[in-house]
């Protein structure tokens, strides 16, 4: 079966950096996406990587190694307003989105 | 660019009605639109996808007959929830994927959200 996982929940301070893994076992591979999710919003999209390697935006940036079936989002110089859901989902074969169960971010001051 | 709309953003109904859902692409033509559900602290459940101008495809355990679905334009799909009951009460998303973008030819554009309540 397809399979996604992302640790639940994390906790970071104010200012720290954090990271977040996401693991998969899909059925073929087209890429890798990490959105933002605020409580009782649609996400929004951070980033796309279907190459091995590192991509940088800003204060986000996204980690992929296909061979491992590994991703990483990280984030620097954490904002309370970073506090949100962060939702790894991989692009299988057919190009549908499996969506792992997504990393709850609370921020502390 | 890239915008999604939905409407209505929340809609409370009572149990046995049912409720339609407009999903928008509002800059760019939709050949494909998601609609997905999400319970409080869950992830996105994909309900369906939709192509314009052909049947919904619908994953595993969601029911057709109660979830219609009709992508009648490159801009436009819309989700009726029928005979509505409580259970039904979610948080309702639908996505677009834009055909002509270039390297994200497959990324997802969100619409807001809908969130139904049933009493």
């Known amino acids: 079966g397809q399979n996604i996982d992302q640790p639940t929940e994390m906790t970071a301070t104010e200012g720290a950096i954090v990271q977040i893994n996401c693991t998969y076992q899909t059925s073929g591979f087209n890429g890798l996406f990490w959105y933002q999710q605020h409580a009782g919003e649609a996400p929004t999209f951070l980033s796309y990587n279907v190459l091995d390697g590192l991509e940088e935006k800003g204060r986000f940036s996204s980690f992929l190694s296909r061979s491992k079936g590994y991703s990483y989002l990280l984030l620097k110089e954490l904002q309370m307003k970073d506090s949100a859901s962060y939702l790894c989902a991989v692009l299988d074969s057919n190009y549908q989105l499996i969506w792992g169960a997504g990393t709850k971010l609370i921020i502390k001051p | 660019g890239a915008v999604v709309s939905q409407h209505p953003s929340w809609v409370i109904c009572k149990s046995g009605t049912s409720v339609k859902i407009e999903c928008r692409s509002l800059d760019f033509q939709a050949t494909t639109m998601f609609w997905y559900r999400q319970f409080p602290k869950q992830s996105l459940m994909l309900m369906a996808t939709?192509?314009?101008?052909?049947?919904?495809?619908?994953e595993q355990g969601v029911e057709k007959d109660k979830f219609l679905i009709n992508h009648a334009s490159l801009t436009l799909s819309t989700l009726t929830v029928t005979s509505a009951h409580p259970e039904d009460s979610s948080f309702y998303i639908c996505?677009?994927?834009?055909?002509?973008?270039?390297?994200?030819?497959?990324?997802?554009?969100f619409g807001p959200g809908t969130r139904l309540t049933v009493t």
């Open positions: 996505s677009a994927r834009d055909p002509s973008t270039d390297r994200f030819s497959y990324e997802q554009y």
């Open positions: 939709s192509n314009e101008g052909s049947k919904a495809t619908y």
